[in-house]
C-alpha cells in the first residue's frame, strides 16, 4: 500500500500562485509515473499535468505555460508550481501514483477567486 498526501492548497486571487505538494511513502522514482488531476464540482476528474520515471512531462492544454510539475528526490515528494492562477482553475486537486497499481492522494481544495 503506498500512501499519497497532498498539501499546499487553498485560496488565491485570479493572477496569483500556489504550489501543491504530494509526499509519497514509496520512492517516486520507481513509479511508472506520478501526475497531477483535477475535479470541479460536477465535472469529471481530468489529467492536469504526469511526469514519468525518466522524468518525461506531459500537461494539460488548458495549464500549459502556467503550470509546472517537478520532483525532489530527497523529499520524495512531487510538486505542481501553478502560476497565473485563473477562477476556472477551481477544484479539488489530487495527486496520483503508478506503481504497477494505482494510488490516490486525498486531495486538497484550489480556490481561484476573480
Known amino acids: 500500500q503506498v500512501q499519497l498526501v497532498e498539501s499546499g492548497g487553498g485560496l488565491v486571487q485570479a493572477g496569483g500562485s500556489l504550489r501543491l505538494s504530494c509526499s509519497a511513502s514509496r520512492s517516486i522514482f520507481s513509479a511508472n509515473f506520478m501526475g497531477w488531476y483535477r475535479q470541479a464540482p460536477g465535472k469529471q476528474r481530468e489529467l492536469v499535468a504526469t511526469i514519468t520515471s525518466s522524468g518525461m512531462t506531459t500537461y494539460a492544454d488548458s495549464v500549459k505555460g502556467r503550470f509546472t510539475i517537478s520532483r525532489d528526490s530527497v523529499k520524495n515528494t512531487v510538486y505542481l508550481q501553478m502560476n497565473s492562477l485563473k477562477p476556472e482553475d477551481t477544484a479539488v486537486y489530487y495527486c496520483?501514483?503508478?506503481?504497477?497499481?494505482?494510488?490516490w492522494g486525498q486531495g486538497t481544495q484550489v480556490t481561484v477567486s476573480s
Open positions: 496520483k501514483g503508478v506503481w504497477g497499481n494505482v494510488y
